[in-house]
């Protein structure tokens, strides 16, 4: 049976973090996403849902729960919800900056009441600042950050990296890390603290790689020049002969002289082929030679070599690929498929299931 939340007869926990107490203030987008991760490592997640839930079921991201239904804006409530931080560990919270102050769950008073609380707050602009208390999505966050207008086709639109860089990237993985670093802090000197997560803090820690190297020349966000903005003729993707794409990552000159080579490509002039002036040309003799055969034809073409050429699956079509299932990066049946705990531990491993 897989664990769903509010189900309280899941499998016996198992993991690094069993014994790890956390709460969970029910949200949306990044905070359920890191409390996922803490629960499928082993961790004991009580969710403090409203009724009716947060408006977004998710069977996937709400599993390995237990829930209590509070209304928080009672003293009942209120109470209640302080009872379960006294025998917390870690409590998760995503609402904007003086809510919870407001309901009467603020740090102060949480803290006051059990010290050695780490206490997770999870916003897209933080604690502090001219926007905190404004609204804002993920696509708002890493417009500010400028991690979207490095990421579009040269002259066109920015294109939303779905939720994954701001939301989950920049936020829930953030969060976790914050939160496993103030329980390691909290052995030495036996106090909890805040953890103060903002998704723009995330994601422009980010981009500390192009913060190192812009200023030295050896990159640029400029999307017509940048290598890696798929501009590039050996980082990008190529349509083939069916309208699906293959993805080509040949950065380095072994892997891009090994790609031509399997594409049939003759040449003696592979290295200046790459040259940034050449980008164009390059790209137009690619895009003529992908074309010229289907994407599973190009994948068993690739298979097993060092091109660094790989399909472009869909989503469904992922969960099926033989790596993955090799792995068992997805787990269940056809159908009800669910990513595995990640990452995975030799002696400790997560699970989601009595069976995994």
């Given at each position: 049976m897989t664990p769903r939340a509010g189900d309280l007869t899941v499998a016996p926990r198992s993991g690094p973090l069993v014994g790890l107490?956390?709460?969970?203030?029910?949200?949306?987008?990044?905070?359920?996403?890191?409390?996922?991760?803490?629960?499928?490592l082993g961790a004991d997640v009580v969710r403090i849902d409203r009724?009716?839930?947060?408006?977004?079921?998710?069977?996937?991201?709400?599993?390995?729960?237990?829930?209590?239904?509070?209304?928080?804006?009672?003293?009942?409530?209120?109470?209640?919800a302080l009872?379960?931080?006294?025998?917390?560990?870690?409590?998760?919270?995503?609402?904007?900056?003086?809510?919870?102050?407001?309901?009467?769950?603020?740090?102060?008073?949480?803290?006051?009441?059990n010290p050695r609380l780490v206490y997770g707050r999870m916003t897209g602009w933080g604690q502090?600042?001219?926007?905190?208390?404004?609204?804002?999505?993920?696509?708002?966050?890493?417009?500010?950050?400028?991690?979207?207008?490095?990421?579009?086709?040269p002259g066109q639109r920015s294109v939303p990296p779905l939720n994954l860089v701001g939301d989950f990237g920049g936020g829930s993985l953030f969060l976790a890390f914050g939160i496993m670093a103030a329980l390691w802090e909290r052995e030495r000197s036996g106090l909890g603290q805040v953890v103060d997560a903002a998704i723009v803090d995330g994601v422009s820690s980010l981009m500390a790689t192009f913060a190192g190297l812009i200023p030295s020349g050896r990159i640029t966000l400029d999307r017509s020049r940048n290598p890696l903005a798929g501009t590039a003729p050996?980082?990008?993707?190529?349509?083939?002969a069916d309208g699906r794409?293959?993805?080509?990552?040949?950065?380095?000159?072994?892997?891009w002289a090994e790609m031509l080579r399997l594409l049939?490509?003759?040449?003696?002039?592979?290295?200046?082929?790459?040259?940034?002036?050449?980008?164009?040309?390059?790209?137009?003799?690619?895009?003529?030679?992908?074309?010229?055969?289907?994407?599973?034809?190009?994948?068993?073409?690739?298979a097993g070599s060092d091109a660094c050429v790989t399909p472009v699956l869909t989503f469904a079509e992922a969960m099926s690929d033989q790596h993955l299932l090799d792995r068992k990066t997805y787990?269940?049946?056809?159908?009800?498929?669910m990513p595995a705990p990640a990452p995975r531990f030799s002696r400790t491993p997560g699970r989601i299931d009595d069976t995994v």
């Open positions: 107490r956390v709460v969970e203030f029910t949200g949306i987008g990044p905070g359920p996403h890191c409390a996922m991760l803490l629960a499928d009724k009716g839930g947060n408006g977004w079921p998710n069977p996937v991201v709400d599993r390995g729960r237990t829930t209590r239904i509070l209304d928080l804006r009672t003293a009942e409530g209120r109470d209640a009872a379960l931080c006294d025998d917390a560990d870690v409590v998760i919270e995503g609402f904007r900056p003086g809510v919870m102050e407001r309901l009467g769950l603020g740090p102060d008073i949480v803290l006051g009441r502090d600042g001219p926007r905190a208390t404004t609204a804002g999505h993920d696509i708002n966050y890493i417009a500010l950050t400028g991690a979207l207008a490095a990421i579009g086709a050996y980082y990008r993707t190529y349509l083939c794409e293959v993805s080509v990552g040949a950065i380095e000159p072994q892997f049939g490509v003759e040449t003696d002039d592979a290295a200046s082929m790459r040259d940034e002036a050449r980008w164009g040309e390059t790209a137009l003799l690619l895009e003529r030679t992908f074309a010229s055969r289907t994407r599973d034809e190009w994948s068993a073409v690739f787990l269940g049946a056809d159908g009800s498929r």
